[in-house]
């Protein structure tokens, strides 16, 4: 069983259908999403045994996120539930598809999540990221599981998917970040989240961001995932290897949903390659992370080509 935890909260979305409402405000449609959700819903699409471990409100927008994980035939078992309400994230749709939000995230549910007791003896990885790492009291939390999930010697991947409007202290994020690299296996994350983590300059070269993550590796992930858009991916390992395999092209309705359908694309992937332990992804080989790589690639391309975030079922990535 791989669990995901995190956040889960409803994305409104511009409706590509009614661009404008009353007096010009765009008309917005309620999705369901949170990068963890959206991987739990991803992997479980993707056929692997799936648990979500969240805080969730228990009003109508909270029941349907529930909703979403029990079709998605993910294990909702490790969900609390709050009568708090839900987290909103307003999405700005720009014109290549490319997706900005903003957070309605003050007193709600997902904020309240308190450490579990300890995960069932079938979860043989943990993943975790995005606004759960960052907001508190939840954010402690949530840390605290990684570290002692990772004691026990469980697969742990992060994706820390920046959102730098809600992160009050950027230099203090960054160094518990770093607290963070010698409890994980996998660490995947986009190019600009990569710069960001590592102070650079908005505009630096892509031989920056890879030195930054060349040095993380050093701290204790077994390898770096980088995802650089339209461009692809690329995986760092620490005894210097580096495999990228090309994005593919689609026509682009949105990205929302993209990144987290590949961290779900790539922890399934290691699931079949029997690779969910620190071991087993240090021993990897350039063929080997050249078939995750595409995977991951594949299915990220199939939840770009429509709006929001619908990751792919099993039979649609194919080739």
């Known amino acids: 069983m791989i669990v995901v935890a995190g956040e889960a909260l409803i994305d409104l979305v511009p409706s590509p259908q009614e661009p404008s409402g009353n007096g010009g405000l765009p008309a917005l449609l309620p999705r369901?999403?949170?990068?963890?959700?959206?991987?739990?819903?991803?992997?479980?699409?993707?056929?692997?045994?799936?648990?979500?471990?969240?805080?969730?409100?228990?009003d109508t927008f909270g029941e349907a996120l529930l909703d979403g994980l029990r079709t998605g035939g993910v294990d909702i078992s490790l969900v609390q539930r709050g009568g708090e309400p839900t987290t909103l994230a307003v999405a700005d749709i720009s014109p290549d598809g490319s997706a900005g939000y903003g957070f309605y995230a003050d007193g709600t549910a997902d904020r309240l999540f308190a450490l579990p007791d300890a995960l069932p003896d079938a979860a043989r990885a943990l993943s975790l990221g995005t606004c759960s790492l960052v907001l508190e009291p939840g954010a402690s939390a949530y840390e605290a599981l990684l570290r002692r999930e990772a004691g026990r010697g469980v697969c742990t991947a992060l994706d820390p998917n920046i959102r730098p409007g809600l992160i009050p202290d950027a230099?203090?994020?960054?160094?518990?970040?770093?607290?963070?690299?010698?409890?994980?296996?996998?660490?995947?994350?986009?190019?600009?989240?990569a710069g960001w983590l590592a102070g650079a300059e908005p505009d630096a070269g892509r031989a920056v961001v890879t030195a930054a993550a060349r040095g993380w590796l050093g701290q204790g992930p077994a390898a770096i995932v980088i995802t650089r858009g339209?461009?692809?991916?690329?995986?760092?390992?620490?005894?210097g290897g580096e495999v990228t395999v090309p994005g593919r092209r689609v026509e682009v309705v949105d990205t929302i949903g993209a990144g987290d359908t590949v961290n779900a694309a790539l922890l399934h992937r290691l699931d079949v390659h029997d690779a969910l332990t620190r071991e087993a992804v240090a021993a990897l080989g350039p063929d080997d992370w050249r078939d995750i790589l595409g995977f991951a690639a594949r299915a990220a391309a199939v939840t770009c080509s429509r709006a929001g975030a619908e990751p792919p079922y099993a039979a649609e990535v194919t080739g």
């Open 32 to 58: 369901r999403g949170g990068g963890p959700y959206n991987t739990a819903v991803a992997l479980g699409r993707l056929g692997s045994p799936t648990a979500f471990c969240s805080r969730i409100s228990t």
């Open 171 to 193: 230099e203090a994020y960054r160094d518990r970040f770093r607290s963070w690299l010698p409890y994980l296996t996998l660490l995947k994350l986009s190019e600009e989240d």
């Open 230 to 239: 339209g461009d692809g991916l690329t995986v760092l390992t620490p005894d």
